[in-house]
């Protein structure tokens, strides 16, 4: 059974930073696409970043570029999102998906994606 589990969200000052931890178990994780997701109340779904486990491909919404990393760390089947210079727009619902067959590149992501964790919050306070 896959089971994707998020930590690390919390309530921050603007500027600050974040890192968040998808543990991943259930599956073949070396040949996985990882992605990280957010929601804030009210609004879609956004893809912020995604790492492709198999070529080593990485995607950042133009959002986040130059202030969020991801990184996947193989021997632990985690992936990582350090989330620096946090915004108040960054608050929202992060969730972390996974999917065999999704595509994440430096130009786009595509889905679907088929598993999911059940999130953690993000705050960031002005």
């Known amino acids: 059974e896959v089971q994707l589990v998020e930590s690390g969200g919390g309530l921050v000052q603007a500027g600050g930073s974040l890192r968040l931890s998808c543990a991943a178990s259930?599956?073949?994780?070396?040949?996985?696409?990882i992605g990280w997701f957010r929601q804030a109340p009210g609004k879609e779904r956004e893809g912020v970043a995604c790492?492709?486990?198999?070529?080593?491909?990485?995607y950042y919404a133009d959002s986040v570029k130059g202030r969020f990393t991801i990184s996947s760390d193989n021997a632990k089947n985690t992936v990582r999102l350090q989330m620096n210079s946090l915004k108040p727009e960054d608050t929202a619902l992060y969730y972390c998906?996974?999917?065999?067959?999704?595509?994440?590149?430096?130009?786009?992501?595509?889905?679907?994606?088929?598993?999911w964790g059940q999130g953690t919050q993000v705050t960031v306070s002005s």
């Open positions: 998906a996974a999917d065999l067959l999704a595509v994440c590149n430096e130009n786009y992501y595509l889905g679907p994606f088929g598993s």
């Open positions: 790492i492709s486990n198999s070529d080593g491909g990485t």
């Open positions: 259930g599956f073949t994780f070396d040949d996985y696409t």
